[in-house]
C-alpha cells in the first residue's frame, strides 16, 4: 500500500499558545495520526518550542522545514504590525519551496492550514493542479450591515480595507486556482465563501478544546458572593471585536442598577477609547482593564466568572468562546459569523443583527440581566460545557480528520 505523504502549510503553528498557533499545532497533530509521512513548512521563529515539543516525544513523523523572508525584506515587522502583508510576501516564498519539496518527495497530498483567512493566497496552491489539495480550516468574515454605519472612522476605513482585500483576492491568480483545484474545503461554519467552490465542501471549525485542561479549572471558586454579577471578556482591542458594544449594554446594566464587575483581558489599538468610553458612561467603578495575561492566568480569571460576554462585529473561530463553555459558562455574543454557530440556544444568548444598533446594546443588556438569575445560568452553564465537549473538543477534530482524509483518499 502506498505511504500517505502529507505537505502541510502552517504559517502559525505554537503548541501552548492560541489563536492561529494553536490551530496550527492541532490539525497538525491530526493529520499526523492519519499519514505516514508529514512535512511541515513553517516560519523559522517557530523553531525553538517545536523541536522542544519534539524532543518531549510528540511528532516523530512530522519533519518541519523553517522559512523566513530574508532579512531585507522583514526588518520592518514589528509584533502584530505589518503581519498582514508579511504573511502576503511569505505564501509567495511558500508557492516556490513546495515545487522544491515536492520534487524531492513527492506527496500524495498538500494541505493549507494556516493563516485561515479565505483572502489571502495559499501559497501550497500552486501544485494544486498536479497534486490533491485541501484548503483549510479557512474561512471570511464581514461586519455586518445594520453595525457598519456606526463603526468611527478609523474603523469605517479598516472595514473598507478589508473588503477591498476580499476583492482583490477574488482576482488573484493563486486564490483561485485553490478555488478551482481543491479536491477539499474545509469552511468555518457561517463563513462566507469569497467565490464558487469547485470542490467538495466540510464545514468544520478551526481550533478545539482539550477537556482535561478545563477539569481543574471547573473546581474554581467563583468570586460571586452574591452581591455582584461577574462577566468576563478575553479579546484584543481592535474594533471588530465589539469592545464598545459591550461598554454601552453595561451603561444599561448600571442605569437598572443590577450591580455588576465586568473585566477584559486583552490589549489593543482600541483599549484608550474603549476606557474613555467606560470612564464617560459612568463604569469606571465596575469595570477592571488588566491587558494581556499569559494563557493559564487568563483562563483562571474566565473560570471565576459568571458570565462570558463576546459581542464581535465580526469573528473567525473564536478560542476564547469554546474556553469559556468548556468551564461551564453561558455566552453573550452575536448571532452572526462563526459564534452565531458554536453557541446555541440553550448554551447562552444569540443577539439577532437585523436590528439597528441601539436595539442590538438592548438585547445584550438584557440577556446580561436575565443571567443575574443563577438557576438560568447553572443550566446554560451545564449546556455549555455539554456543548463544547460534544461538538469542539479535540476528539472531535481527530475524528473529523480522519473522515476527511478517508473522504480524498476514496474520491
Known amino acids: 500500500m502506498q505511504k500517505l505523504?502529507?505537505?502541510?502549510?502552517?504559517?502559525?503553528?505554537?503548541?501552548?499558545?492560541?489563536?492561529?498557533?494553536?490551530?496550527?499545532?492541532?490539525?497538525?497533530?491530526?493529520?499526523?495520526?492519519?499519514?505516514?509521512?508529514v512535512h511541515v513548512i513553517t516560519r523559522a521563529n517557530n523553531k525553538p518550542v517545536l523541536e522542544k515539543?519534539?524532543?518531549?516525544?510528540?511528532?516523530?513523523?512530522?519533519?518541519?522545514?523553517?522559512?523566513?523572508?530574508?532579512?531585507?525584506?522583514?526588518?520592518?515587522?514589528?509584533?502584530?504590525?505589518?503581519?498582514?502583508?508579511?504573511?502576503?510576501?511569505?505564501?509567495?516564498?511558500?508557492?516556490?519551496?513546495?515545487?522544491?519539496?515536492?520534487?524531492k518527495i513527492n506527496f500524495n497530498v498538500v494541505h493549507h492550514i494556516t493563516m485561515a483567512g479565505m483572502q489571502y493566497p495559499p501559497g501550497v496552491a500552486s501544485i494544486s493542479d498536479k497534486v490533491p489539495f485541501i484548503w483549510g480550516p479557512c474561512g471570511a468574515v464581514r461586519v455586518p450591515s445594520s453595525l457598519k454605519p456606526h463603526l468611527h472612522p478609523k474603523a469605517r476605513f479598516l472595514e473598507y480595507l478589508h473588503e477591498v482585500q476580499f476583492r482583490v483576492a477574488q482576482k488573484h491568480p493563486l486564490v483561485r486556482k485553490a478555488f478551482r483545484y481543491s479536491r477539499l474545503m474545509i469552511v468555518i461554519p457561517n463563513s462566507i465563501l469569497l467565490l464558487p467552490s469547485q470542490s467538495y465542501v466540510v464545514w468544520l471549525g478551526q481550533i478545539y478544546?482539550?477537556?482535561?485542561?478545563f477539569d481543574l479549572l471547573l473546581q474554581t471558586q467563583k468570586v460571586n458572593d452574591g452581591h455582584e454579577f461577574n462577566i468576563v471578556s478575553a479579546f484584543r482591542a481592535i474594533f471588530w471585536k465589539g469592545g464598545d458594544l459591550a461598554i454601552e449594554a453595561l451603561a444599561h446594566l448600571k442605569r437598572r442598577r443590577v450591580p455588576f464587575r465586568?473585566?477584559?483581558?486583552?490589549?489593543?489599538?482600541?483599549?484608550?477609547?474603549?476606557?474613555?468610553?467606560?470612564?464617560?458612561?459612568?463604569?469606571?467603578?465596575?469595570?477592571?482593564?488588566?491587558?494581556?495575561?499569559?494563557?493559564?492566568?487568563?483562563?483562571?480569571?474566565?473560570?471565576?466568572?459568571?458570565?462570558?460576554?463576546?459581542?464581535?462585529?465580526?469573528?473567525?473561530?473564536?478560542?476564547?468562546?469554546?474556553?469559556?463553555?468548556?468551564m461551564g459558562l453561558p455566552v453573550i455574543c452575536?448571532?452572526?459569523?462563526?459564534?452565531?454557530?458554536?453557541?446555541?440556544?440553550?448554551?447562552?444568548?444569540?443577539?439577532s443583527v437585523d436590528q439597528d444598533r441601539e436595539a442590538i446594546i438592548e438585547?445584550?443588556?438584557?440577556?446580561l440581566e436575565a443571567l443575574q438569575d443563577p438557576d438560568l445560568r447553572r443550566r446554560m452553564g451545564e449546556k455549555a460545557r455539554e456543548r463544547a465537549l460534544e461538538n469542539f473538543s479535540l476528539s472531535v477534530l481527530y475524528r473529523e480528520v480522519h473522515k476527511i482524509y478517508a473522504l480524498l483518499n476514496n474520491s
Open 5 to 37: 505523504k502529507v505537505l502541510i502549510s502552517a504559517y502559525a503553528c505554537e503548541p501552548g499558545k492560541g489563536s492561529e498557533p494553536l490551530a496550527g499545532w492541532q490539525w497538525v497533530n491530526a493529520v499526523a495520526r492519519v499519514a505516514d509521512e
Open 363 to 367: 438585547a445584550i443588556a438584557n440577556a
Open 53 to 103: 515539543a519534539q524532543k518531549e516525544g510528540t511528532l516523530k513523523n512530522v519533519v518541519f522545514h523553517y522559512l523566513d523572508l530574508p532579512p531585507w525584506l522583514r526588518f520592518w515587522k514589528r509584533g502584530q504590525k505589518g503581519v498582514q502583508l508579511y504573511y502576503y510576501l511569505w505564501q509567495i516564498i511558500v508557492a516556490a519551496k513546495v515545487y522544491q519539496l515536492h520534487a
Open 209 to 213: 478544546a482539550d477537556p482535561h485542561e
Open 334 to 351: 452575536l448571532n452572526w459569523g462563526p459564534p452565531g454557530y458554536m453557541v446555541d440556544d440553550e448554551s447562552g444568548f444569540k443577539v
Open 262 to 326: 465586568w473585566t477584559l483581558l486583552g490589549d489593543g489599538p482600541e483599549l484608550g477609547r474603549w476606557m474613555s468610553l467606560a470612564k464617560q458612561l459612568g463604569l469606571w467603578d465596575n469595570v477592571q482593564f488588566l491587558g494581556h495575561l499569559p494563557r493559564q492566568k487568563a483562563l483562571q480569571v474566565i473560570s471565576r466568572a459568571d458570565v462570558f460576554l463576546h459581542p464581535s462585529y465580526r469573528e473567525g473561530w473564536a478560542t476564547a468562546i469554546i474556553e469559556a463553555m468548556a
